[in-house]
């Protein structure tokens, strides 16, 4: 009890620590998406603010001869109608004299008002800059226009484009509520996915740890058994050291037996190590059945004779199928194994095959007690056992099936158990053609 406990405390441990994981994972990729996001559309604001300001700055540079009813040549006047770039709506442009005098406040109109506490600044000369004037954002440039200039009133002075840009900071500033608004959905989703993840990526680890543990602790236990006859038998035979041979010819014969169980259970174990570890190499060859059947069947054959128990052969169908021989062969004898042991006397053991479609199909069945269908999927199961007592009995270790089935997983193919009516069972193992 203590140590499921203790096995449920690190489970929630471990599912905490991955939801964390998860949960901060998805947070960091929100989070780099989002900024990633703003800062893209903010660069692609600015740039097209700055675009606009750099079309007006081309116009002023650029400007025409002007006509005589359109400039004077004795200078700059800002009561005479002077010609203005063509800018947005929300373009205002400053223009000062080296002194930092403001030359065309009359053509600013109601706009001089909010503009006429700005200063020339000649250290921002080419320099692009966001102001905030009376809660009004604008975009600035300050250039110095060249005395060549064809507009007097830009002729070697210094102008100040400035672009109101509230509207499209009041876009940034909706799209950053946007981006957040959608930041914290999806946060609540990621809590749900991070959860949801957790479980189903936990799943095959806790199955998979306690099946390990399972497996540990049967196995212990398989070991210590014959370990500990064989030790009381030898600590007994250490009390009569005067004994024969002959004497304690049954303590020896009883450790040897006990010696080849621990042999049989490391090689099976070994086995499914193996077949774990994905180390064990498959010889597969295109042949048909009677190449891999004849072979376990022979000695099986004069076993179950010599006990009394009737033994059945029909194999008929002739199909190629693509298997390591020697892996069929050691299946096949762990189910003639089988049911070599759970059959009673008199009993009929049966080996024929059978082919269902595009299925091929080779059936071991008994007349023993059977298999009962809360067992039928279990019996598969690494040291499961139907009746402990009985197979231990029998010498077995219930890791038989097991390997059976790991053999035929790596054939692609099926193992199962079905009833023998009236009585008994069948084992089936299935190949596709």
Do not use: C
């Amino acid at each position: 009890m203590k140590t499921k406990t203790k096995q449920k405390k690190i489970t929630r441990r471990q599912q905490s620590r991955l939801f964390i994981s998860i949960m901060a994972t998805f947070a960091i990729l929100f989070l780099t998406l989002g900024i990633i996001i703003f800062n893209r559309f903010q660069n692609s604001t600015y740039r097209s603010i700055d675009q606009d300001i750099k079309s007006q700055v081309n116009t002023i540079q650029k400007q025409p001869d002007m006509k005589p009813d359109q400039g004077d040549p004795h200078g700059p006047d800002d009561n005479k109608k002077q010609p203005e770039p063509r800018a947005p709506f929300q373009t205002s442009i400053l223009v000062f004299d080296s002194k930092g005098n403001l030359l065309n406040k009359t053509s600013l109109g109601n706009r001089y008002s909010v503009l006429k506490k700005i200063k020339l600044n000649k250290k921002n000369l080419n320099t692009k800059q966001t102001l905030t004037v009376k809660k009004m954002n604008f975009r600035t440039l300050l250039i110095k226009v060249s005395k060549k200039n064809n507009n007097p009133m830009y002729a070697g002075n210094y102008v100040l484009v400035m672009q109101n840009i509230d509207t499209q900071m009041q876009s940034m500033e909706n799209f950053e509520k946007i981006l957040i608004a959608t930041f914290f959905i999806f946060w609540v989703i990621a809590l749900v996915l991070s959860y949801v993840l957790t479980r189903i990526t936990m799943f095959p680890i806790i199955k998979s740890w306690k099946q390990q543990s399972e497996f540990v602790n049967d196995a212990a236990h398989e070991l210590r058994t014959p370990l500990t006859i064989i030790q009381g038998k030898l600590e007994y035979m250490l009390t009569r050291p005067k004994n024969t041979i002959m004497d304690e010819a049954e303590s020896i014969s009883v450790s040897l037996d006990e010696v080849n169980r621990l042999n049989s259970l490391t090689n099976n174990l070994l086995t499914l190590a193996r077949a774990d570890q994905a180390t064990t190499k498959f010889d597969f060859k295109l042949t048909k059945p009677d190449y891999f059947i004849k072979d376990p069947i022979m000695p099986f054959k004069e076993i179950i004779n010599s006990q009394s128990k009737v033994f059945q052969e029909n194999i008929r169908h002739t199909v190629t199928l693509n298997v390591d021989r020697d892996k069929i062969k050691q299946v096949l004898i762990i189910l003639l194994d089988n049911a070599t042991k759970y059959t009673p006397e008199n009993g009929t053991i049966r080996i024929y095959d059978n082919v269902e479609g595009s299925k091929y199909q080779i059936i071991i069945s008994d007349t023993g007690i059977g298999v009962k269908d809360i067992d039928k999927k279990k019996i598969f199961g690494r040291f499961y056992r139907v009746d402990k007592s009985r197979n231990r009995n029998s010498g077995g270790h219930g890791l038989g099936l097991a390997i059976a089935q790991q053999i035929m997983n790596e054939h692609h193919g099926k193992i199962f158990v079905r009833d023998n009516l009236p009585q008994g069972s069948e084992f089936v193992i299935e190949f596709r053609i």
